[in-house]
């Protein structure tokens, strides 16, 4: 997956990195291939700004 770049410095998030992506299904581990810049806006949702991330332990 991409994120957008104010959220890879907030979290320190790389290229290579796994993450959790949460889903109505439940999480899911998936992998930082890109960083991206949206431009000056922040994502809302009825209780606010919002967002999520937390991070897969890496294998052995």
Do not use: C, N, Y
Not at 14 to 20: A, H, L, N, P, R
Not at 30 to 57: C, H, K, M, N, Y
């Amino acid at each position: 997956m991409t994120v957008d770049q104010g959220l890879a410095g907030d979290e320190h998030l790389k290229v290579g990195d796994q993450v959790t992506l949460l889903t109505l299904a439940g999480g899911q581990p998936v992998q930082v291939v890109g960083i991206t810049e949206f431009g000056d806006w922040t994502p809302l949702t009825a209780a606010g700004p919002s967002r999520s991330v937390r991070r897969t332990p890496s294998p052995g």
